[in-house]
């Protein structure tokens, strides 16, 4: 996790809501009753789960993009939330849920599933680092797994032959 990895996240980090949202009312900051996250560590690992997904567990470089967390209506009034990466004004990547909300509160919130239910299916698709790179169901498919089952000895198959014509004649 180099400088670029870094300047993503602070850049990730000043797009994302804070743990409570707050606004300005009667000339004061007031909690708007949203809470996020948790906590700041909730908050955190929030951020790297963007940009895990957002990358695709590093495929995509994200030097030298910047984030927009954009909420647009959809024809039915509601609003969704959608995390785009752009490089020189031209999104290159996003982070969309299939479900809206019917506030800007709600649609972050299937957001925020969206990018944990995406972060689970990408960490299922790359192996154990205690069993290997061929271990896990994810992992390996059946082509391979049929391949696996070692071939019987010629004088095994010889013998199935021998037997399966005495049973015939």
Known sequence: MGNAHSQAYQKVSQVLPQINEHGWEDNKWV???????????DRD?????????????????????????LFSRKPNDRMIA????????????????????????????SFKKHVELRLNELLET?????????????VVSAVARAAAVPDLPPAY????????SCKKG
């Open 126 to 138: 790359i192996p154990d680092a205690a069993t290997g790179p061929a271990a896990g169901p994810s």
């Open 31 to 41: 909690d708007m009753g949203f809470k996020a996250f948790r906590n700041q560590g």
């Open 82 to 109: 959608t995390l785009v990466a752009m490089k020189m004004g031209v999104i290159e990547a996003k982070i969309e849920p299939a479900l809206d909300g019917k506030d800007q509160a709600e649609a972050f919130k």
């Open 45 to 69: 690992q929030f951020i790297y789960s963007v940009l895990t997904v957002i990358s695709n567990n590093g495929k995509k470089a994200l030097d030298n993009h910047d984030f927009k967390l």
């Open 157 to 164: 198959e010889d013998g199935r032959s021998r037997t399966s």
